[in-house]
């Protein structure tokens, strides 16, 4: 049986591969996942994301009730075009501040895999630059 839970963060893919964006109420989690659509991407949950270990790495999908929504602040709820389900390469922290410009490699573990995570970048380049470690990874 695989080993699953949802978790309170939104998650959204790029050329199939998932970032997972996890943070408290108001954090900006769907705020990040528009940006990122807008550039791209596309939805996979907004708020609450379903977690699955499968063949050794962990699958991101959408609650049923809420697959292919995501709420703007102050503007209502909107149908988005989503995915079922993708692989996570990413998380991304809202409740923690870069402070380093060139930050050091990160990781953090879901179930048994370690994924590089960042934390959260208050420029309007941060989006796009989420994009491009989805498309081909981080240097250093």
């Not at 149908?79 to 380093?100: I, S």
């Amino acid at each position: 049986m695989a080993q699953g839970r949802i978790e309170h963060a939104s998650c959204v893919a790029y050329r199939g591969w998932a970032a997972l964006i996890r943070g408290s109420s108001g954090s900006g989690k769907s705020a990040l996942s528009l940006q990122m659509i807008a550039l791209g991407a596309v939805l996979v949950a907004d708020d609450r994301t379903e977690l699955l270990m499968q063949g050794g790495g962990v699958t991101a999908r959408a609650p049923a009730a809420i697959s292919g929504k995501i709420e703007a602040r102050y503007v209502g709820l909107l149908n988005v075009p989503a995915v079922a389900e993708a692989g996570l390469a990413l998380v991304v922290d809202l409740d923690r501040q870069e402070t380093e410009r060139l930050p050091p490699l990160r990781n953090t573990r879901i179930f048994d895999v370690d994924l590089p995570l960042f934390y959260k970048v208050s420029e309007p380049y941060f989006a796009a630059s989420l994009l491009q470690v989805l498309a081909h990874g981080r240097f250093a």
